[in-house]
């Protein structure tokens, strides 16, 4: 028995030692932030009861490669986008009138941030510029080697000369992932 708790003792350890935290902050501190250091943000729109919410959380966020990419090159925000938090966001304040406290883990009426950047389903990953204005949401559940086309597509400013979905599945086809899965 004393074998067993020392070996699954050494393997939380290196599972730990291994999983990788990304620098969650408020989207007020992420605005805030920016004003020093100028970097794009990246909004995880997610409910307590979505399943593929926690798969991103633990099986993307959680990879070295995108904690490390996303800590270097972004601002993170994690927004519950059913929740009550109130968010002050370009000169806007953001509550969500309809909540039920009952059905805090259940589904519930979506927050009035989720309607501002037009959140339909979760997850969603929302992508901002330097100045808080919206580049584009990203719905579903990413793997590392998914959501590192869409942080460097927005990092590199790759976008920018996108006109058409032609534009983006020339991009996406010839991108060469670097992160481990």
């Given at each position: 028995?004393?074998?067993i708790l020392?070996?699954?003792?050494?393997?939380?350890?290196?599972?730990?030692?291994?999983?990788?935290?990304?620098?969650?902050?408020?989207?007020?501190?992420?605005?805030?932030?920016?004003?020093?250091?100028?970097?794009?943000?990246?909004?995880?729109?997610?409910?307590?009861?979505?399943?593929?919410?926690?798969?991103?959380?633990?099986?993307?966020?959680?990879?070295?490669?995108?904690?490390?990419?996303?800590?270097?090159?972004?601002?993170?925000?994690?927004?519950?986008?059913?929740?009550?938090?109130?968010?002050?966001?370009?000169?806007?304040?953001?509550?969500?009138?309809?909540?039920?406290?009952?059905?805090?883990?259940?589904?519930?009426?979506?927050?009035?941030?989720?309607?501002?950047?037009?959140?339909?389903?979760?997850?969603?990953?929302?992508?901002?510029?330097?100045?808080?204005?919206?580049?584009?949401?990203?719905?579903?559940?990413?793997?590392?080697?998914?959501?590192?086309?869409?942080?460097?597509?927005?990092?590199?400013?790759?976008?920018?000369?996108?006109?058409?979905?032609e534009d983006?599945?020339?991009?996406?086809?010839?991108?060469?992932p670097e992160?481990?899965?």
């Open positions: 028995m004393k074998k020392s070996v699954l003792a050494i393997l939380l350890f290196i599972v730990n030692v291994n999983a990788q935290e990304i620098n969650w902050v408020s989207l007020e501190d992420a605005m805030a932030l920016q004003k020093k250091e100028p970097r794009k943000i990246m909004i995880d729109a997610y409910t307590n009861w979505c399943g593929p919410c926690k798969m991103l959380d633990k099986n993307t966020f959680r990879n070295k490669d995108v904690a490390d990419y996303v800590n270097k090159h972004y601002y993170a925000v994690k927004f519950n986008a059913e929740g009550n938090e109130t968010i002050k966001f370009k000169g806007n304040t953001f509550t969500n009138p309809s909540y039920n406290p009952a059905n805090a883990n259940r589904r519930n009426s979506p927050h009035q941030l989720a309607a501002y950047f037009s959140v339909r389903s979760y997850p969603t990953i929302i992508y901002l510029d330097e100045k808080g204005e919206l580049l584009s949401p990203v719905i579903g559940y990413k793997t590392p080697q998914q959501i590192e086309v869409y942080l460097k597509l927005f990092n590199e400013n790759a976008h920018v000369n996108m006109k058409t979905q983006f599945s020339a991009y996406y086809s010839a991108f060469k992160f481990s899965n």
